[in-house]
């Protein structure tokens, strides 16, 4: 039997229903009224639903024909497309364009027997069609309202191409560079990554869902894939409780009170138990002990990868552990559409947990306002007239400028003049324009980003001359990387030589094409790629006056760079504006206040490298000549730049670091103080970073853990009190009790401008 669309019908059935109950809840919040409008709707489709159709919420296909051409006949397409007619499709990824979506969505609502539309995924990582630097270089700004603006950017543009969920952020807190995915990431810090989940979060999903220019985020991979094994993607994870517990889900659990509605689980085994089949990770801690009421979408075939893993003996059984385990929805394993029935059947998948997913699925749907306008995603003039905007392109500028880290400017040869200089400009990613797109950005078009070359050319006062060099790689496409580094022709070494030896300084743009990192992208050499080295020896012997830009989405070995480079920008994958910004930094326009949100080491033999390490009983021996303490023999445990680093144009000074009291009780709070000075002739931006240590705790604690910062700018000669309040809360950790606590005890507090901040007093916390 076919039923008038429910987006017809039932909603205001459903509304009458509600506004007879709702006399007697007056004193109700906005929002509660909202929420329990909602849930009588929910209630009312659940009611009207099939089996059939509530595992049919559950399932999610990838987009599976051309859309606007005639529907498929035969084969896996035809599958879907029946599957899509009968109403057995909850959502669909990789399907945009107003028009496009408008396809599906109506045979969704017009033509399936309750008419439930569809949710649209893709994955908006760092934006659509405008793209803003990859989100470990966003995380380099350490500017939470920017970092938000440009998550709202990507919202608005990929809403308008039909676009309603992202598979983003990417929450995973990673200390292996070798981990390709690090660039999906803000970096090795659980507080900073918090902060900027948050932030994303908000960007993506605004005031109000129902708006047009809002879509659903969600927070991945759930839970410990940044830690996989020698930082081989998809490798296995075995973390302890506590790393578990204070590093790895803090930013999991800031998304969830930051309000994102949708998680996706994770690749990998964590503990020997994969992530997608977890119920302690999907029950017990995101539905049970953190109340999360959104829905948990499984990664790409990842029920029926359990079978790979050795704990699933088929999708059948990969669907009964996934579905017990608390997992949703099932992207592209399609064990959900063909076991659950049977399985519930079988007494071996409860119904109530079926029709618990359907109801979170449904629950996001209202929320987004589409039974009410379930073509609202839908308007092709608005489709036309939004992406690309001048407005998104003047946000993802100003996000990229503030992602550059300046890591060293000895004798100050930045910024550059503006005239009257001979310029050499070096490298074959200085005239990229694929390449500072960075990796997923499978919206945007190739050859779309400013170069650095172009960026250059803006500035006319000087002479300026280019040459590649050598390349760094060809066989570019996204999800099919072919690896063909230049590793033997050096036939551009000689141009580039030539244009040195006459030039003032040097801009050399060396490091990653913007595909070499990203999901399956793992390395076990983290230096540059190719001939860059040797090229950049090369030019060194002729002209030391040299500014490196380096472009890169995970964290370089760079010992000789470091040095013997007079000037080091890193400059990441930027985005669409990326040569703006980065010439922009180089002549002085913009004054950089990057930090580094993840640890540069200076051998990949110390990855996974980290400044929140613990100290180990034997940090360092007495004895100078003693070899038994926690070190290599060839080289030094400390990083080559700190994570925090990050320098200016202005020259910052901290001094006076005071403490409002010396004893802090439960109820109290401690005012800790730092006088910073701006010494130099130029207005800047510093990170004032406050750093706290647990002296001695029930167990061992890091040496310093991040836990405030703030963005002060002053002006040249300016000074000012910078202060932060340490609480209670700020203390506290996850225990081997089981629970976050305080334990009392002595501490030492840092204030400064890396995570090598010098400055530090002492303070007891008195239960």
């Known amino acids: 039997m076919k039923i008038k669309p429910i987006t017809y019908s039932i909603l205001s059935l459903s509304f009458l229903f509600f506004i007879g109950c709702n006399k007697s809840q007056t004193k109700k919040t906005v929002a509660s009224e909202k929420n329990d409008l909602i849930e009588q709707k929910v209630d009312s489709i659940l009611k009207l639903m099939t089996l059939d159709e509530k595992i049919g919420q559950m399932n999610q296909y990838n987009g599976f024909w051309e859309i606007t051409g005639p529907a498929p006949k035969e084969g896996q397409a035809a599958k879907k497309y029946e599957d899509l007619k009968k109403g057995l499709v909850g959502s669909m990824l990789n399907v945009k364009g107003a028009k496009e979506v408008y396809t599906l969505q109506k045979i969704a609502v017009e033509e399936t027997r309750l008419g439930i539309p569809l949710l649209f995924g893709f994955d908006v990582i760092h934006g659509y069609k405008t793209i803003s630097p990859i989100p470990l270089a966003e995380a380099a700004s350490w500017d939470l309202e920017v970092i938000q603006k440009s998550a709202a950017i990507a919202a608005e543009e990929a809403a308008a191409v039909g676009i309603n969920w992202t598979f983003a952020p990417m929450v995973d807190i990673s200390r292996d560079a070798r981990w390709g995915r690090v660039m999906e990431g803000a970096g090795e810090d659980p507080y900073l990554g918090s902060k900027i989940a948050e932030a994303r979060i908000k960007g993506f999903q605004g005031e109000d869902l129902a708006s047009k220019k809002t879509i659903l985020a969600c927070a991945k991979h759930f839970a410990g894939y940044g830690f996989a094994e020698a930082g081989r993607d998809y490798n296995t994870v075995d973390v302890g409780e506590q790393t578990l517990q204070n590093v790895i889900l803090p930013p999991f659990k800031a998304s969830v009170d930051a309000g994102v509605r949708t998680f996706m689980n994770s690749f990998n085994d964590l503990n020997g138990v994969p992530a997608t089949g977890n119920k302690m990770l999907q029950r017990e801690i995101l539905k049970g002990n953190w109340n999360f009421d959104g829905f948990v979408v499984s990664d790409w075939g990842s029920i029926n990868e359990m079978i790979a893993h ?56 209202f929320e987004l306002g589409l039974f009410e306008n379930p073509y609202k995603y839908c308007d092709e003039a608005y489709e036309k007239a939004t992406v690309g905007k001048k407005e998104f392109h003047d946000g993802v500028l100003e996000m990229a400028k503030k992602s550059i880290v300046l ?286 240590r647990d002296l001695v705790a029930s167990s061992t604690r890091p040496v310093k853990e991040l836990k405030g910062f703030q963005m002060i700018e002053l002006n040249a000669n300016e000074s000012k009190v910078i202060s932060f309040v340490i609480d209670e809360k700020m203390l506290a950790f996850y225990t081997n009790n089981k629970k976050w606590e305080t334990e009392p005890g002595d501490f030492k507090v840092f204030i400064g401008g890396s995570s090598d901040a010098t400055l530090e007093d002492t303070f007891q916390f008195l239960n």
């Open 310 to 365: 050795g704990y699933a003996k088929d999708s059948k059984h990969a669907a009964e552990i996934a579905v017990n385990a608390g997992s949703d929805m099932d992207m592209e394993s399609y064990a959900y559409v063909t076991y659950l029935k049977k399985l519930i059947e079988e007494g071996k998948v409860k119904e109530t947990d079926v029709e618990d997913a359907a109801r979170r699925i449904l629950r996001t749907k």
């Open 407 to 692: 890591l060293k400017n000895d004798n100050d040869l930045l910024p550059l003049s503006k005239t009257g200089k001979k310029i050499a400009l070096i490298g074959a990613l200085a005239n990229d324009k694929t390449s500072p797109l960075g990796s997923w950005r499978i919206g945007a078009d190739d050859e779309t980003a400013v170069s650095v070359l172009e960026g250059m050319e803006a500035y006319v006062g000087n002479q300026l001359s280019f040459a590649k060099g050598t390349t760094v790689a060809t066989g570019r496409t996204e999800f099919m990387w072919e690896t063909k580094i230049n590793t033997s022709d050096n036939s551009e070494f000689s141009k580039a030589i030539a244009i040195a030896k006459n030039a003032d300084v040097v801009v050399m743009v060396l490091g990653e094409h913007g595909l070499q990192s990203g999901e399956g992208r793992s390395r076990s050499d983290l230096g540059l790629p190719g001939l860059q080295q040797e090229l950049l020896e090369a030019v060194y012997k002729v002209n030391k006056n040299i500014v490196l830009v380096l472009n890169n989405g995970r964290p370089l070995v760079i010992p000789w760079a470091k040095e013997n480079i007079p000037a080091i920008v890193e400059a990441w994958h930027l985005g669409t504006q990326s040569g703006h910004a980065i010439a922009q930094v180089l002549y002085g326009d913009y004054n950089p206040s990057g930090k580094l949100p993840m640890t540069f080491p200076r051998s990949v033999g110390q990855v996974p490298l980290y400044y929140n390490y613990k100290n180990t009983g034997r940090p360092i021996m007495n004895e100078p000549e003693s070899v038994f303490w926690s070190h290599y023999i060839d080289e030094k445990n400390t990083p080559l730049f700190a994570f925090g680093h990050g320098l200016s144009y202005a020259k910052f000074e901290y001094s006076n670091l005071t403490l409002s009291k010396k004893n802090l009780n439960t109820s109290e709070k401690i005012i800790a103080s730092v006088t910073l000075k701006n010494n130099s002739k130029v207005k800047g931006k510093e990170v004032v970073q406050l750093y706290i």
